[in-house]
Each structure stands twice: as C-alpha cells, then as structure tokens.
C-alpha cells in the first residue's frame, strides 16, 4: 500500500511545483516537452518496477538502481580489463608450476600439449615464456639468442616492444636492459633498452623448429639469460620449467575472484600504469590503490553475477561479433574471423577504442604485437577462426564436419589446422597427442587436383585417418587455421578456405 508524504513535504512540493509550473510557463515549454523531462510515478523496466513520487525515488528504487548501477559497472570492469587479468592468471599459473621469478623460464620441450590450459596456444612452434617483475628485481638484462622471435607486452597486455628478428637486434641476438617504470639511474651503453609502465611485464618467445625440436630447445636454453643488472658481473644461472604436458591453468575466471586478482595487480603496479577513467571505473566498484579492497555480502553476490554476464557478454561477441573488420571475407555468409579486427592491435579506430574488438581478442588469445597482425609475403603467419559451421551453427562433437582447403594452398612453409575447447579456449582434449593436422603431418593425404580434405568427428572416417582430428560427443569445439609463410593468394583472398561443413 502506497504511503502517503508527510503533510509538510506535500506543502512544500505544491510550493516548488506551482513555481516551476510558472516559470515552464513564463518560457514557453510546452506541455509535450514539459512530459518529456518528467519522471512518471511508475515505470516498468527490466531491472523491475521503479516508483517516484514526483520524480523522487522511493527507497525501494534507489536500492533497485544502485544493484543494477553496480552490477553494470562490474560488467564494464570485467570486459574493459579482461587483458589483464589474464596475464595476472598466466603469471600466478606459471608460478604454481616454479616459474615464480623472472630468471625462471617455461619452455614447451615436446610442443604445446592440451593438459595445458593456454588461450588458444599453438601446437607447432616451440614456445618460451619469461614473466618479469622490475619491482622485485630492478632493472633487468636479458641475453637474447640469434634467430629469435618474439615481443613484450605489459601488464595490461599492452605492447611494448618487439624483440629478435622483427626487433631492434634484427635477428642478430644482444643483450637487452629492461628499466622498471620512473627508473632515475645512469643507462648504460651496449643494451637495448625496454622501456615499461609496468612493473610486470610477459616475455613471449617462439624458436624456430625447422631443423628439428631438440636443437630449437638446446639452442634456447643454452644461450637464453636473464638476471638482475645489479648481478651482471656474476649472474644468478636462467632455469628453465618444461611446462609440455603438465597440467595446470592459466586462464581466468569467472566468479569474484577475478575483482579479487584484478586488485591484487592494481596494488602492485605504479598507479599511472591505468588512465583516471579506468581508475574510476575501479574505483567504483571498491577496487583503489592504496585501500583494502572488501565488498561486503551484496557487493560479492553482484560482482559474481557481474563476472558471469560479463563472460557471457565476451562469448556472445567472440561468436556473432557485431564489429566491423572481425570477418575475413565480409561480402559472403562466411563464419572465418580473424582475431584483431581490421587487423588492428591498439584496437582504436579514429580516435576511439573498439571495446568489443578488445574483448573479442583478450577473452579467447594472447600476446599482443603489430607484428601478428601485419602480413608480409612468404613471412611469418596468418591465422583464420571458424567459431560456426557453414549454417552459422555451433559444432556439436557427435557430428562429421569437413575443411576443403583448394589446390594449391599458398604458403611458403606449410598450414596446420587445430581444434579448441569452446569452454576453456584451450587445446581441445582428445585421445591424440594433439588436435591438430597439417601440411607437415606424413599422414596428410592430398587429392589428385592438389586440394587437401579435413575431416572433424569422434571417429575417423574410414580411409581419411590422417586427414582427421577427433572431436568429442556432447562438447562443441572451435577450429583455427593457421598459414606459415602465407603468399599473395590468401593475402589478396583470391584463394580461400571453404566453410567448415557438415559432411554428407
């Protein structure tokens, strides 16, 4: 039952109104203009009903919109910082496993295998992974060795450098030296310099396999030093973690927990490492350099729902992205995306931040440089994600689906195909070794025309077992096709991929 106001506020609200009414009046605002800045006593919304008493919000209402306020900007906090929370999950997994300083190194020996939960990693270049913390160290050098390839990126996944063949050492190898944020001190000569706002930072590198696994692993750890300046005359050894096949994680998730590591982060790093913009939106939801962060139990119920609506809201747009240059061929039906819309790794376009092509990118990869994104002839890769079928449909694991890749596939060094668990982004866990085939694979068999066929299902069709990867009844799973050293041809799409299909 409605209350009526005090008779005193009822007083002075006729008082206010009738002056209002006359000033209105005295203006000249009509009545339709007069309706259309006035709150009505009722409004049914998708929060629920909101009720005013001429404009004035009962307490009922103000706690529904404080909820719902809260909530969005959790949500907002969520997407917007998705980038580093993740690195922060990538550092603290590492660290379960040893990797718990700068100087400790995880390297895949045997390649990339699904045990691992790693955002869409690679199961055909060997990786080497270094997560450098300056506040603990100070300014640091890293050795690098010849024939490199890879970059740094901070700790909200931002860029900062390349390094090896597309960096300042063009392949050649030196010594880097990495200076923490407001570092003061004398720069040596004979380094190159990495300059960070971060104090964390990830160092992501890839070693050639061409001439073999074994000699890519001995040549990385034997060569590849990292350690405190302060040491250089005698430097602590580069210990390396083999991380292939261990089982462990490294992804975020999605519960309070995630606000929970994203103020651990903001705690530890310069409070000019984020813009005042982003600190508000922190800070709106508790999370303030300097301060405790504590919400208490309504607070935790809707950052837990905020955490949830945020993830799905990352599925939503990594899966019918609404984005502008996210479709490789975007004059067709076709479901191939690419991972940086427009190709573009600061995801700003004319001025703005693409919010979603950001989203769109941290939630499912990692490690950002313009160097993944820039495609040169015969060089480097070049990568297409087929999330739907042909009918723009989920892959269910219980069906056959089939790849047709043309004649003459143009890369210079060889394609592979590999599979994802659409829940953890990860490799997709099957009975094999690897979810992958490719170009490279002694099984791959071509057609008489010099087209390739790939088959997806939980079991091999019979005759095709080397054109297969198995895929698992009751999960779905999500397809990335990778092109090394790709041609004219695929960067002019004058030959493409077909869709991924269901096979008759």
Avoid at 156 to 164: A, H, I, K, P, Q
Wanted: hydrophobic letters at 40%.
């Amino acid at each position: 039952m409605k209350k009526n106001p005090p008779i005193f506020f009822s007083i002075s609200t006729v008082v206010i109104a009738t002056f209002f009414s006359l000033s209105i009046a005295q203006a000249g605002v009509s009545a339709d203009t007069l309706k259309s800045i006035s709150m009505p006593d009722k409004v049914e919304t998708s929060i629920g009903t909101l009720e005013f008493f001429d404009g004035v919000p009962n307490k009922e209402t103000i706690d529904k919109v404080y909820d719902n306020l809260d909530r969005m900007r959790a949500v907002q906090v969520y997407l917007d910082n998705q980038g580093a929370a993740s690195l922060y999950a990538m550092r603290k997994g590492n660290a379960g496993i040893g990797a718990d300083a700068s100087n400790k190194i995880t390297i895949t020996e045997q390649l990339l295998k699904p045990d691992s939960l790693y955002l869409t990693g690679n199961t055909s270049t060997l990786y080497a992974l270094a997560y450098i913390d300056l506040k603990v160290d100070g300014p640091l050098v890293m050795e690098l060795p010849p024939g490199m390839l890879g970059f740094v990126d901070d700790a909200w996944f931002r860029y900062v450098t390349d390094l090896g063949v597309i960096g300042p050492d063009k392949g050649k190898g030196g010594k880097y030296l990495w200076l923490p944020p407001g570092y003061k001190g004398d720069v040596p000569e004979g380094y190159f310099i990495i300059k960070s706002v971060s104090y964390n930072n990830i160092l992501f590198l890839r070693g050639s396999i061409k001439n073999g696994l074994e000699p890519a692993v001995k040549d990385i750890k034997s060569k590849l030093k990292i350690y405190p300046f302060s040491t250089a005359k005698n430097p602590p050894a580069t210990e390396f973690v083999n991380f292939s096949g261990k089982q462990y994680s490294t992804l975020v998730k999605d519960d309070l927990s995630f606000y929970e590591s994203l103020n651990q982060l903001v705690q530890e790093e310069p409070i000019n490492v984020i813009g005042p913009e982003t600190r508000g939106l922190l800070a709106s939801i508790g999370i303030v350099k300097g301060k405790p962060f504590k919400p208490d139990s309504r607070m935790k119920k809707l950052l837990n729902e905020a955490a949830v609506i945020g993830a799905a809201s990352a599925r939503a747009i990594t899966y019918e992205p609404r984005i502008e240059g996210a479709y490789i061929y975007p004059d067709t039906n076709s479901s191939w995306t690419m991972a940086y819309a427009n190709k573009n790794t600061s995801f700003e376009t004319n001025g703005a931040m693409d919010l979603d092509a950001r989203v769109m990118f941290y939630y499912t990869y990692t490690g950002v440089t313009p160097a993944m994104a820039v495609t040169s002839a015969g060089q480097g890769s070049d990568y297409a994600m087929a999330f739907l079928d042909a009918n723009k449909q989920a892959f269910d694991g219980s069906k056959t689906y089939r790849l047709h890749l043309p004649p003459d596939v143009p890369v210079n060094n060889f394609w592979a195909v590999t599979l994802y668990d659409t829940q953890t982004r990860s490799l997709l866990q099957i009975d094999r070794t690897f979810p992958t085939v490719g170009s490279q694979d002694k099984g791959m068999k071509m057609n008489a025309d010099g087209s390739y066929d790939v088959y997806f299902s939980p079991k091999a069709p019979k005759g095709k077992e080397g054109n297969w990867i198995q895929t698992i009844s009751g999960k779905s799973w999500f397809a990335i096709l990778r092109m090394y050293g790709p041609l004219e041809p695929w960067i002019e799409k004058t030959w493409r991929p077909s869709e991924i299909e269901l096979a008759e």
